[in-house]
C-alpha cells in the first residue's frame, strides 16, 4: 500500500500538532512547514517530531512553495497557519496580510503549476462573519469581516472558491469556530480562565480579570475539528462547510464550569474589567448540519468535558 503525503502549515500549532498525530495514525508522511522563526518552538510536536518532515517555509516565496509541491509531490495540503490573536494582528499588518491571505494563493497557485490533483484545505473562520445577518451562520450566510484576522479570512476564503471554480481544483474551506484544547496558548480566553483557576487554586494568584463575561461563543474541542478537516477532503467532490457544535456559551458559564471543576465558586474571584472590553455583541454560532449529513462528523466532546480537560491539563502542568 502506498503511504500518502501530506503538507501541513501551521503543524507546530494548536491544530496543526492534532492535526498531524491524526494523519501518521492513519499511515500518512506528513511534511510540516514551520518558519525558521518557530522551529525551535515545536513542543506540541515534540513527541512525534521524529515521525515528520520538518521544512522552513513562511510561505512568503512562490519559487519555494512550488519546489517544496514539486519535491514531496503531496497528495493533501492542510493550511493551518495564522495569526489568530486580533491584537498581534495589527502589529504587523503587512506581514499577516501577506502570509495569511497572499501566502493562501502562493499555495493554490503551486498547486495549479505543479500538481493539480493535490487535494487543499484551507482553514477558513468564523470571524469572516463579523457581526453576523442571521442566527445559527451557515455556509450561505454573507461574510462581514471587521478585524484584519477577518479579512485576512475572507480574503483566502474567496481564493480557494476562485480556484475551485476556474481551474477544478480540489480546494475545500472549513468555517472553523472556536475550538480549544490544553494546547491553546494562554492569551486566549480560555486557556486563561483554565490557567487562573488552577493558579488560584493552589494559591498562586488571587483574582480573574475579564471583560464581558455574557460574550457568546460556539465552543468545540480541537482533536474533533482537524478531523472535520480530514473529512472534508475524503469527500467524492470539494466544497465548503461549516465546522462547529452549533450551541452557544458564555465566558461566564465557561468560568463557572472551571471554577466548579476545582470545588471553587467563579464570582469568588472573577473581576470585569473595562479594559477588557470588546465592542459590539457578536453572536458566532454555527449551523453543522451540512458537516453532519455529507461527512458525517460529530463532535465527541461535550462543553463541560471540554473544560474539565483544559483544566485537567492545567492542574498538571503547575504541580510539575
Not at 506540541?44 to 522552513?56: A, C, F, G, P, S
Not at 503587512?94 to 499555495?107: K, L, S
Not at 486563561?192 to 475579564?210: D, M, N, P, Q
Amino acid at each position: 500500500m502506498i503511504m500518502p503525503t501530506a503538507i501541513i502549515t501551521g503543524i507546530s500549532g494548536q491544530d496543526g500538532s492534532y492535526l498531524a498525530e491524526l494523519l501518521i495514525s492513519k499511515g500518512y508522511r506528513v511534511v510540516g512547514l514551520v518558519p525558521f522563526s518557530e522551529l525551535g518552538q515545536i513542543n506540541y510536536i515534540d513527541h512525534i517530531k521524529d515521525r515528520l518532515i520538518l521544512v522552513d517555509n513562511n510561505l512568503l516565496d512562490q519559487n519555494v512553495l512550488n519546489e517544496i509541491v514539486k519535491e514531496y509531490s503531496p497528495d493533501e495540503i492542510y493550511n493551518l497557519a495564522a495569526q489568530s490573536f486580533e491584537p498581534a494582528c495589527w502589529e504587523r499588518p503587512v506581514e499577516i496580510g501577506n502570509f495569511m491571505a497572499q501566502g493562501v494563493t502562493r499555495i493554490l497557485e503551486a498547486i495549479h503549476k505543479v500538481k493539480p490533483a493535490v487535494r487543499f484545505f484551507q482553514a477558513s473562520s468564523s470571524e469572516m462573519f463579523g457581526e453576523p445577518s442571521e442566527i445559527p451562520q451557515t455556509e450561505n450566510t454573507p461574510l462581514h469581516p471587521l478585524g484584519l484576522y477577518g479579512f485576512s479570512k475572507t480574503f483566502a476564503h474567496w481564493m480557494v472558491g476562485a480556484y475551485r471554480q476556474k481551474y477544478g481544483i480540489f480546494a475545500c474551506s472549513g468555517i472553523l469556530y472556536n475550538h480549544e484544547s490544553p494546547r491553546r496558548r494562554e492569551e486566549f480566553v480560555t486557556r486563561k480562565i483554565t490557567s487562573a483557576a488552577v493558579r488560584i487554586k493552589f494559591g498562586l494568584a488571587h483574582e480573574l480579570r475579564l471583560g464581558n463575561l455574557d460574550a457568546c461563543r460556539d465552543w468545540g474541542f480541537a482533536g474533533d475539528y482537524v478531523r472535520a478537516m480530514w473529512l472534508t477532503l475524503q469527500q467524492s467532490k470539494p466544497d465548503d462547510y461549516i465546522i462547529a457544535t452549533g450551541q452557544k456559551h458564555t465566558v461566564r458559564e465557561f468560568c463557572d464550569a472551571a471554577f466548579k471543576y476545582l470545588g471553587l465558586n467563579y464570582e469568588d474571584y472573577v473581576v470585569q474589567d473595562p479594559q477588557f472590553m470588546r465592542s459590539g455583541n457578536r453572536m458566532l454560532v454555527g449551523n453543522p448540519e451540512k458537516a453532519h449529513k455529507i461527512m458525517n462528523w460529530k463532535t465527541t466532546l461535550s462543553f463541560v468535558e471540554l473544560v474539565q480537560l483544559m483544566v485537567e491539563y492545567d492542574i498538571n502542568h503547575i504541580q510539575k
